[in-house]
């Protein structure tokens, strides 16, 4: 109450108030003397009688001065200062452990970050995050299970209908799509989300309002945007844009509100820039199937997300999806249009539901990037440990050192226990420098992983939020604590008089655990440096893999149309003027117009092929269509028969070409060349194989199976197709905006041309491998670098202790080699036991990793010799400058010394 | 007679002190002389408690101090009683009379 208020502004007034009670106590003393003087006494006298009387004037002004500091304030402060001075004096100690608690505590930091974007951190604004639920569905193919998280529009209502377990129920579709027109027109990041998907969360619009149930209506909406915060301010500098309209892919839509920062639809790592109703969406993308998006299940088209009732427990929510899926996909069964095959049956497809985590990370099938940050959580977990463990032995260490030091101040009189406060201080200190050194290497180390991770380069100060610092701040009181209690306890257990007595030598005890911690650093080490070769070696073989075609010379050209839909014949000639246009550009070699795009969007097929077994039970099969130069401009060499030529039109006898694979896994052993496949139902014509091409990588990086059919686009879709490939002279990436400027003019009305380097495509399928890559290089540098501080710091101290050795050694004749070799000795006994043991431990994890690598297997014997190799080297390194420090004792000196 | 150093309570040397202060106001030595007086030498303060009590009571708001000149125009601390103080004062005092009667009643059954 008021008694502490005062204390406590008194301790900030203390200077004042000291000087205060000096002056009051100057003022007794002189009447206590003049008093005495008055009873006769001589003046000396008095003084004396004066000083009795008054008493001890340094413990009255102790006493008084009690009452306006607190005695823990004053120790702080003493210790802090105390602390910081002797660090001071120790400049490579000091060093080493700042920088070794700074990358570990960081290292984890952005770990943590990783993970928390990755599984767990709730949307901004999400209401009740716990009962919110993305649907994943899963069915069972060929044995294995299938998990996707797409739903058609159809699925979504019959969810919506069928189920009583969900509060509320959402569908959002995230797509790239072009906004504006002309010359202002981009590309940018758009949502179509049912209008109940605004209800999942708490907030008010930032300007306007949000749609409602009446403007997202099957089968086309109401052409109505909110607009997101970010672009908002970027793109129109926060003026009041309710009523404006906006181009949006084929529609022009009008904005009706703002949503408030920080909200970007269900992907954070790529937010949406622009909300659009569902059913809006189809008829923004245009073209031909614009009325079939939100009908039919013929397209999947959205993710479905869920809000549980409070009373509904997550395996009922799953059983009650299960039943509603089943109920759904028989409906679909029943409803296909005839003449199409048959959806499977409800007991060959099993499809079940997972009502699961929001984030794909925390699901039932996470991606190889949720996988990978796992792994290299753990690593990062390891990488502390080995942290913490450096941090104490170099602790240690000095404890160890001024045991003489400590003795003394125990034998004057310090309590244990201030004893133990003051080394612990000097132990948080240097917590809190690391931990000063671990925001700046999460800063670095976080825009290095999220410019792997996400698309959008957000500033790196995005790892650094409350979350994240609350992190560091909480990791460095446990790091701090953990590493100074070891040499506390230890510096407490000294007795007096025999450390006075012999003098800072060390006892065999603690020096075996120092040089065992050293040991399973380096041991901890040679396993992130495994890990670090293995993904590297992984990520080489990723990018070397054959493809099939040569993306590094190829553009993607791709027509988006909009307005009106065209005639054929239009479609046509603007095709050929297109194609003309680009084959007289002199940056071009060839083009060929396609329908498919190799991992991008493909076909899948359907058909029978005579004498072969039925292709539904052998595996998926893709389609590509393209014009006669389509081989010669993807690079996918022809290895038998021939590819297309202008005479396979429309009339002409229909062919196809087929992959390797295709040919060997229809008709094996026989020769493909004039067989027969049948496209739609009987009787179809023959379309014969002409040609056999090697297989490419048409649906993913990891696939088994490459069975892929190639048709002349003027015999299966004359007016079809969706744009070129062009081979180009030079690179790809470089000639890319110069096509498009010279393209862009031929396209009529407000359609536009998107250009791309092919090798954009594979961007997103490597990323796991170069994220493993990466955050093992990284983690395994580290782990290197605090190991050699962790060797140095050992090897240093013992080369100390034996200083008196070391000079009778030289003074018997020993060589300066000798005695290098001496002390390198040590430091190899050290790697080699810390390989030993790595070489080990990384076997055990070895298994459980290997489905994240490429083409590489995880007991690669060259690799771990690799490993091994450069931690010995490390450790010789790090071994030399003490060992020089050795040879170059003075003989005399240390004999004299102590 | 020798004075007899009596260990005062800290309760006590308070209630002493305050009763000192409510006649009128005075430095840290006027109080110890003023005790030493009145009391006929028995209770001689000592200053090593008579300066951290000042203290005491000034941050709990009993008393307060301020520099003044004194006859002599030296500088001295003068402390004075608060309203505050002067409550505490009565409280301290009633509760010291029950305390004495209460020691009186026991002393008499012998």
Same mark, same amino acid.
């Given at each position: ?43 000396? $006298? ?32 003493? $210790? ?650 030079? $690179? ?167 | ?110």
């Amino acid at each position: 109450m008021r008694e502490w208020f005062n204390r406590l502004v008194d301790v900030f007034r203390r200077r004042t108030l000291d000087r205060e009670l000096e002056e009051e106590l100057r003022f007794h003393a002189r009447h206590l003397e003049r008093e005495a003087a008055e009873a006769g006494l001589s003046r000396e $006298d008095a003084r004396v009688q004066a000083g009795r009387s008054l008493g001890n004037v340094t413990r009255i002004t102790e006493d008084v001065r009690a009452r306006w500091s607190f005695a823990w304030i004053d120790h702080l402060q003493q $210790d802090v200062r105390f602390a910081w001075r002797g660090l001071r004096r120790t400049p490579s100690f000091t060093v080493s452990v700042v920088v070794t608690l700074a990358l570990g505590i960081g290292a984890n930091t952005v770990m943590f970050g990783v993970m928390d974007r990755l599984m767990f951190r709730p949307l901004d604004y999400l209401r009740d995050p716990g009962t919110v639920h993305r649907l994943y569905l899963q069915t069972l193919e060929r044995g294995v299970v299938n998990t996707s998280v797409w739903v058609q529009y159809e699925r979504y209502r019959d969810f919506e209908a069928k189920t009583s377990s969900f509060a509320q129920i959402a569908c959002v579709n995230e797509r790239l799509m072009a906004v504006g027109r002309g010359d202002a027109l981009r590309e940018i990041r758009v949502a179509g989300v049912t209008a109940s998907y605004f209800d999942f969360f708490d907030m008010a619009p930032a300007a306007g309002r949000f749609f409602g149930p009446s403007e997202d209506i099957a089968p086309s909406g109401t052409p109505v945007a909110v607009l997101a915060h970010g672009y908002w301010v970027a793109e129109y500098g926060r003026r009041d844009v309710v009523g404006e309209t906006i181009a949006l892919g084929n529609l022009s839509v009008t904005i009706i509100g703002v949503a408030p920062p920080g909200f970007t639809g269900l992907d954070d790592a790529q937010p949406s820039q622009i909300f659009v109703p569902l059913t809006a969406l189809g008829p923004a993308m245009g073209g031909q199937a614009t009325a079939g998006f939100s009908q039919g299940y013929r397209f999947l088209w959205g993710a479905a997300i869920v809000r549980r009732k409070p009373d509904v427990s997550e395996a009922r929510a799953t059983a009650d999806a299960t039943e509603a899926y089943r109920l759904s996909w028989q409906r679909q069964r029943e409803a296909a249009p005839p003449g199409t095959p048959p959806l499977r049956s409800l007991e060959d497809a099993q499809p079940r539901v997972v009502v699961s985590a929001l984030r794909t990370g925390n699901g039932p099938a996470p991606s190889l990037d949720a996988r990978t940050s796992l792994w290299t959580s753990g690593v990062a977990a390891l990488l502390l440990i080995i942290t913490v463990a450096n941090v104490a032995n170099l602790l240690l260490g000095r404890t160890l050192e001024r045991r003489q030091d400590t003795a003394v101040r125990l034998a004057l009189g310090v309590s244990r226990r201030r004893l133990i406060a003051h080394l612990l201080t000097e132990s948080v200190v240097l917590a809190v420098l690391g931990a000063l050194g671990a925001v700046g290497v999460t800063y670095w180390l976080g825009s290095a992983v999220l410019g792997v991770l996400t698309t959008t380069t957000g500033s790196a100060a995005g790892l650094l939020d409350s979350r994240t610092l609350l992190v560091t701040a909480g990791l460095t009181v446990v790091v701090g604590l953990m590493t100074g209690l070891v040499p506390a306890w230890i510096a407490s257990r000294v007795t007096v008089a025999p450390a006075l007595r012999r003098g800072p030598r060390e006892a065999g005890g603690s020096a075996r655990l120092r040089m065992a911690l050293v040991v399973m650093q380096a041991a901890l080490s040679l396993v992130l440096i495994v890990g670090a070769l293995l993904f590297v070696r992984s990520l080489a073989a990723v990018r070397s893999m054959p493809l099939g075609y040569e993306p590094d010379r190829i553009v993607m050209v791709n027509q988006v149309l909009r307005g009106a839909p065209m005639q054929p014949a239009a479609l046509v000639a603007l095709r050929q003027s297109l194609l003309e246009a680009a084959r007289v550009h002199p940056a071009v070699e060839a083009a060929a117009w396609r329908s498919s795009t190799p991992l991008g969007t493909t076909m899948q097929l359907r058909f029978t092929a005579d004498g072969a077994p039925p292709v539904e039970t052998l595996g998926l099969f893709s389609g590509q269509e393209g014009t006669p130069d389509y081989f010669a401009v993807m690079g996918t060499r022809i290895l038998r028969g021939r590819p297309f030529t202008e005479d396979d039109r429309a009339g002409a006898p229909r062919v196809a070409v087929v992959s390797e694979s295709t040919a060997r896994v229809l008709w094996p052993g026989q020769e493909a060349i004039g067989k027969c496949l049948r496209f739609g139902p009987p009787p179809a014509e023959c379309t014969s194989v002409i040609g056999i091409a090697e297989d490419i990588v048409a649906n993913s990086l990891t696939e088994t199976e490459r069975y892929q059919v190639y048709f002349p686009i003027e015999q299966t879709s004359p007016q079809g197709g969706s744009g070129m490939f062009l081979r180009v002279r030079g $690179d790809a990436a470089a000639q890319a905006a110069v096509l498009r400027q010279a393209l862009q003019p031929l396209m009529p009305g407000t359609s536009y041309l998107t250009v791309q380097p092919m090798s954009s495509l594979l961007v997103r399928p490597q990323r796991s491998w170069r994220l493993g890559a990466t955050m093992f290089g990284a983690f395994g540098m580290l782990a290197l670098v605090v190991a050699a501080i962790g060797l140095y710091g050992v090897i240093s101290y013992g080369v100390a202790q034996r200083r008196r050795e070391m000079g009778v050694r030289i003074a018997l004749g020993a060589g300066r080699g000798d005695i290098v070799w001496l002390v390198t000795r040590q430091g190899l006994a050290v790697a080699i036991a810390g390989v030993m043991l790595g070489v080990c431990l990384a076997l055990v994890f070895s298994g459980q990793v290997q489905p994240l690598l490429f083409s590489q297997s995880a007991k690669d014997p060259g690799v771990y010799a690799t490993a091994g190799g450069v931690l010995v080297l490390v450790a010789v390194v790090a071994t030399l400058l003490p060992a020089a420090r050795a040879s170059r004792a003075n003989p005399t000196e240390a004999l004299r010394g102590e | 007679m020798t004075p007899i150093k009596n260990p005062l309570l800290p309760g006590l040397l308070d209630m002493l002190v305050l009763k000192t202060l409510s006649v009128e106001s005075l430095h840290g030595y006027g109080i110890a002389q003023h005790l030493h007086l009145l009391s006929r030498d028995v209770l001689r303060v000592e200053e090593g408690s008579l300066y951290p009590a000042l203290q005491r009571m000034r941050q709990k708001g009993w008393i307060k101090a301020e520099w003044r000149q004194t006859a002599n125009n030296q500088r001295a601390r003068y402390y004075t009683l608060t309203t505050l103080g002067r409550r505490q004062l009565g409280e301290q005092e009633a509760g010291f009379a029950e305390l004495m009667s209460a020691v009186r009643r026991v002393m008499k059954q012998a």
